[in-house]
């Protein structure tokens, strides 16, 4: 069974992307890939500032 899923955010979502690689704003870039997929760490890079804390890990 596939999930319901409202596809109207997720295509704004994309739709921002689009605009923001198209402009080569790479810090909004990474931003807008990092709300796409929550789960994607920049782990050693100057893009690890966008990084959101994880529920499952203790923030010091």
């Not at 319901?4 to 704003?25: G, T, W």
């Not at 100057?46 to 010091?60: G, I």
């Amino acid at each position: 069974m596939v999930r319901p899923n409202d596809f109207e955010p997720i295509a704004a979502q994309f739709e921002e992307l689009k605009k923001r690689s198209y402009n080569v704003d790479i810090i909004g870039s990474v931003a807008a890939i990092k709300a796409l997929v929550p789960e994607y760490r920049s782990n050693n890079s100057e893009f690890e500032k966008l990084d959101k804390p994880r529920p499952d890990k203790e923030t010091k």
